[in-house]
């Protein structure tokens, strides 16, 4: 199962660092995967709508800064999109792998 979780991980975090810039500022270096919801809600664990490419710097200054973490988010993706994915990433269910694997795969 862990195998599974750290291959998705990985093909999750590339895809969204293949956008090829921060979202956010521009830069093209040390671009990171940023969860939207936290990585512990598995059911988006892996939605590409869960995620923004980010600048290391960027990243940190949102981990460090919450507030306009939620802020910036909204503004990027709308009020109504943000609230529909907290309300996804509360539900319950086995994950299956490998149709995360394929539908990251696409």
């Known amino acids: 199962m862990k195998s599974q979780a750290k291959k998705c991980d990985k093909l999750f975090a590339d895809k969204i660092k293949s956008r090829g810039r921060c979202q956010k500022c521009s830069k093209k270096d040390y671009l990171q995967c940023a969860h939207i919801i936290s990585r512990r809600y598995k059911q988006i664990r892996w939605d590409l709508d869960n995620a923004v490419c980010l600048c290391r710097g960027c990243h940190v200054y949102f981990t460090h800064h919450p507030i306009e973490w939620e802020l910036w988010v909204k503004d990027q993706m709308g009020n109504v ?26």
């Open 81 to 106: 999109p943000y609230q529909t994915l907290k309300i996804r990433a509360l539900k319950y269910g086995k994950i299956d792998y490998d149709k995360v694997l394929e539908r990251l795969n696409d």
